[in-house]
């Protein structure tokens, strides 16, 4: 069977050839200098490029993954290192992005490979332009890079056949499956090596809170500020990526949470106008999933805007997580933000939020032990990636630890 | 004045003003109707349109989504008085919507389509030349909107010939013999647009047949031709040069409101009958938009009493292009479709194949 080789060459490769290119593929070690080069000069090109501007995710790609966070990673990194349990890189990885986060692919990537691994990236045959864009900058990067760096990842694209991700499965020491429980299951069934491990990123359901006193507190430029915040955490994606909010909790009073969302959503709306294209598809499906929503849940209240629709629940009891995308907000009052705790569910990933101190905060997490939540960040950060994700430290799991009894320490304590 | 009233009217008769002045006090009583015998409609339009008083204007009204049709079944009849639950055609892999019609809302039906039809028709039922294969009503069972269209459409025809067999073929022979008997005088051919240009002017347009008495009348949609870029010009010009057949008429319709049956008039405008209309909204805002400016087609009808589907808000572009306009022997609204709204596709990381905006 042939595939579509995307990196290093391009054009058809016959399934079995790939296969053993991948087998004979560099792994490095962690934070090899010519690995690194290569992810600062991607961000580089992400920065300065013209193009690359026109998408704001992109541009946050190129932000998080400069030189200066790169150090600081590698810091990080180094001071997970023990002398008596080293990190190692996993061997071969297995990337299986999802189609529909352009960026994924390139973060999944990044780690694996800063952390030493070879890498093989399937892509969709049905790829956006910024999926494109940034594929052609990785391209060009590693084409130019170091042969630690370049001769360590393939970029190949198929459709939904069983056979690639078979016979690629079949050399990995790691896959990583990202989104979509559907795609989840199905993937699962193929087999891995005995000895490979595999990590998933399902689908989950994100919300945010907000304490609506605090708000209130805000003057006009810090509430458009806010507003301007939560647009980049839920539409960049459509609402569609798993860390958008589409829930919003009021905590305070009923008076308060009333008006400080009757003056947030506006402004909310205000911003999402001027900064994308309203499709008129979308107003259409909001206006229909919005009336079934009215039929199913227990909406009291529904307000339409030209980019997004909230509706309004009397309780958060049976909370269905299903969700259209779009920008259709759920929104629900509660006095206290731990009244939350007994309805969050582990499917609930990432709670954003604003006007809560830490210690609210922490109680949280800690009352929920485990169940639910795997991220409690600031409105504004939802989008942003970082090592720690859906319950993972991804610098920990994209490695084996060797454990190595019986030495003297290195340095006398 | 009530839609029995209106019914037994030339259908393009009424000036706007006065049309609206009816529709209005109609289609507000009909509101009542169904927020009084439909749970999810009284529910839906309470929470979607917040204002208490009854409407001012048309625009006013409460509407739903049409896609609501694909998703529920409203009804305001009880149980034991529905006559026939009718479903859209759809496409494979589409969710067919699906409407509850008690025998007065289908009798209803009935007289709405031969109030129209008798406008170009005429009184007399002519010969009658069906684009269609025989098969597409022969089992009851499986009713498709298609099929209650063609029989629907029957009425107006006597010494009915399929013109095409089970594959969809040309039945050239039982054409020959059609025109021969019959193409002398008046006679009507009924077909989907698709079909209508597919199989049969396609097989027949070299053959030199004379159809210049008789008058088309087709519908369906041009999505499945606006693919293969035939646009509405080349579609009458092709006819006209091929067969000589001028009289055509495409109607604009669907399954999910009974009654708004939008016949086109010479100029290749569809036109607004007395009890059916047509509101062109900005697709953000949803505010009525004025003629000349293209923005989401909602429908009006009088008819639909069985289920609450007198006000829908479809998902294609249209735009109006005059209201009670001079010389053409129609009063109302004359307007054009412009397709369906063009897909968007969300991103996002779940599985986004479900939830793909239709």
Redesign the interface.
């Known amino acids: 069977m042939q595939v579509q080789s995307l990196f290093p060459a391009q054009g058809s490769v016959a399934l079995e050839e790939l296969k053993g290119q991948v087998s004979g593929g560099n792994v490095n070690r962690p934070f090899d200098a010519g690995v690194v080069e290569a992810c600062i000069e991607l961000s580089q090109r992400l920065l300065r490029d013209r193009d690359a501007r026109r998408y704001p995710e992109l541009l946050a790609l190129g932000f998080w993954m400069r030189k200066t966070e790169l150090h600081r990673l590698q810091q990080q990194f180094d001071q997970l290192q023990r002398e008596d349990r080293w990190l190692v890189p996993c061997g071969t990885v297995l990337h299986l992005p999802?189609?529909?986060?352009?960026t994924?692919f390139v973060y999944s990537w990044l780690l694996s490979a800063l952390t030493g691994n070879c890498n093989v990236i399937r892509l969709s045959p049905q790829r956006?332009e910024s999926t494109d864009m940034l594929l052609r900058f990785l391209s060009e990067t590693l084409e130019q890079a170091s042969p630690s760096a370049k001769q360590a990842t393939w970029i190949v694209s198929y459709g939904h056949e069983e056979e690639p991700t078979q016979v690629l499965s079949s050399i990995c020491d790691m896959r990583v499956i990202?989104?979509?429980?559907?795609?989840v299951s199905t993937i699962r069934r193929i087999l891995l090596p005995p000895h490979a491990r595999e990590t998933v990123?399902a689908?989950?359901f994100s919300l945010a809170a907000i304490d609506a006193a605090s708000y209130l507190e805000l003057d006009q430029s810090r509430r458009s500020a806010l507003a301007k915040q939560f647009f980049d955490d839920s539409f960049w994606?459509?609402?569609?990526?798993?860390s958008?909010p589409r829930l919003v909790i009021w905590c305070g009073s009923q008076t308060h949470a009333a008006a400080a969302s009757a003056d947030f959503f506006p402004r909310v709306n205000d911003y999402a106008?001027l900064h994308q294209a309203?499709?008129?598809?979308?107003?259409?499906?909001r206006?229909?999933s919005?009336?079934?929503a009215?039929?199913d849940r227990p909406?009291t209240?529904?307000r339409?805007f030209?980019?997004l629709s909230v509706l309004t629940l009397s309780t958060l009891d049976k909370f269905d997580r299903s969700h259209?995308?779009?920008g259709v907000f759920f929104e629900c009052q509660v006095e206290r933000l731990e009244e939350i705790a007994p309805v969050l569910r582990r499917r609930d990933q990432t709670l954003t939020w604003f006007g809560f101190p830490g210690e609210e905060l922490r109680k949280l997490a800690t009352s929920l032990n485990g169940r639910a939540l795997d991220r409690i960040v600031p409105i504004g950060q939802a989008l942003q990636f970082g090592r720690f994700w859906d319950g993972n430290d991804l610098l920990q799991s994209f490695c084996r630890q060797v454990f190595i009894g019986g030495i003297e320490p290195l340095l006398p304590s | 004045m009530t839609v029995e009233d209106l019914l037994r009217q030339p259908p393009y008769s009424l000036p706007q003003a006065d049309k609206e002045r009816i529709l209005l006090a109609e289609l507000t009583s009909l509101h009542h109707h169904h927020r009084r015998h439909c749970a999810e409609y009284a529910r839906v339009t309470e929470k979607l349109f917040s204002h208490n008083t009854d409407a001012l204007t048309l625009a006013e009204l409460p509407y739903l989504p049409v896609g609501l049709f694909k998703e529920r079944l409203l009804s305001s009849v009880p149980k034991d008085k529905v006559f026939k639950v009718l479903q859209s055609s759809g496409t494979t892999g589409q969710t067919p919507s699906r409407i509850t019609l008690d025998h007065e809302t289908a009798l209803l039906q009935t007289q709405a389509l031969a109030c129209i039809m008798t406008h170009v028709l005429g009184p007399e039922r002519l010969p009658m030349l069906l684009i269609e294969s025989p098969d597409v009503i022969r089992d009851r069972t499986q009713f498709s909107a298609r099929g209650a269209g063609l029989l629907g459409m029957m009425n107006f025809g006597r010494q009915h010939c399929y013109a095409l067999d089970q594959e969809l073929h040309l039945r050239l022979p039982e054409v020959r013999d059609f025109l021969a008997r019959f193409g002398k005088g008046k006679f009507l051919i009924f077909g989907f647009t698709y079909l209508v240009w597919s199989a049969f002017l396609e097989p027949i347009r070299s053959l030199g047949l004379d159809l210049s008495n008789g008058i088309l009348i087709h519908s369906g949609g041009w999505k499945k031709l606006q693919e293969q870029a035939v646009t509405a010009e080349e579609f009458r010009a092709a006819f006209r040069q091929t067969t000589g057949l001028t009289r055509i008429y495409n109607f604009y319709g669907m399954v999910e409101q009974v009654g708004s049956i939008f016949l086109e008039g010479d100029d290749g405008n569809f036109y607004a009958p007395t009890f059916a209309d047509v509101i062109i909204r900005d697709p953000q805002t949803f505010e009525e938009l004025p003629p000349g400016q293209t923005g989401v087609v909602e429908v009006l009808s009088l008819l639909p009493r069985s289920y609450p589907g007198q006000a829908l808000l479809t998902e294609d572009l249209g735009v109006v292009h005059a209201i009670d306009p001079p010389g053409g022997g129609r009063l109302g609204k004359s307007f054009s479709i412009l397709g369906r709204i063009p897909r968007a596709e969300l991103r996002g990381c779940s599985d986004v194949i479900a939830a793909q905006v239709n």
């Not at chain 1, 994606?237 to 798993?242: E, K, L, N, S, V």
Request: overall charge negative; aromatic content about 10%.
């Open positions: 999802p189609r529909n986060v352009d994924m956006s990202w989104g979509g429980d559907h795609t990123f689908d989950r994606f459509d609402q569609m990526a798993c958008s106008v309203v499709q008129p598809a979308q107003c259409m499906h206006f229909l919005s009336s079934l009215i039929l909406v209240n529904y339409r030209p980019a259209p995308g779009g």
